[in-house]
C-alpha cells in the first residue's frame, strides 16, 4: 500500500524557516516527480515546488523562487522542502504528491498525502 506522509508543519513568525518532509512507503520516491502543492481555503491547489524524477531538476512557482528549495533524500525515500524567509501569504495546507510527469497540474499525480498546516504569523 502506497503512503505520503507530510511532516515539519507548524506556526513560525514572518522571515522564519521551516522544513517540510514527505515520506513514502509502498513506493521509491526516486521513481517519481515529487511535487510540494498549497492551498487555502476557498482557492484552487497551488504547485509551489517540484523534483523531476531521473535528473532531478527543481521547479519552482514565482513566488516562491530564491527561498524554497526541494531537496530528495534517496536513502530516507523522502523529499523535503526547506522554506526560508517566510511569509504570511505562505500560509496553507501544504501536499505533497508523486506522479510520472513534474506537471502543475494536480490531477496528474496519483499519490498525495494528508496535508501539513503552515502557518506564518506574528
Known amino acids: 500500500q502506497v503512503q505520503l506522509v507530510e511532516s515539519g508543519g507548524g506556526l513560525v513568525q514572518p522571515g522564519g524557516s521551516l522544513r517540510l518532509s514527505c515520506t513514502a512507503s509502498g513506493l521509491s520516491l526516486d521513481d517519481y516527480a515529487v511535487g510540494w502543492f498549497r492551498q487555502v481555503p476557498g482557492k484552487e491547489r497551488e504547485r509551489v515546488s517540484c523534483?523531476?524524477?531521473?535528473?532531478?531538476?527543481?521547479d519552482y512557482t514565482d513566488s516562491v523562487k530564491g527561498r524554497f528549495t526541494i531537496s530528495r533524500d534517496k536513502a530516507k525515500n523522502t523529499v523535503d522542502l526547506q522554506m526560508n524567509s517566510l511569509k504570511p501569504e505562505d500560509t496553507a495546507v501544504y501536499y505533497c504528491?508523486?506522479?510520472?510527469?513534474?506537471?502543475?497540474?494536480?490531477?496528474?499525480?496519483?499519490?498525495w498525502g494528508q496535508g501539513t498546516q503552515v502557518t506564518v504569523s506574528s
Open positions: 523534483v523531476s524524477s531521473g535528473d532531478g531538476s527543481p
Open positions: 504528491a508523486a506522479g510520472r510527469v513534474p506537471t502543475t497540474t494536480p490531477l496528474a499525480y496519483n499519490y
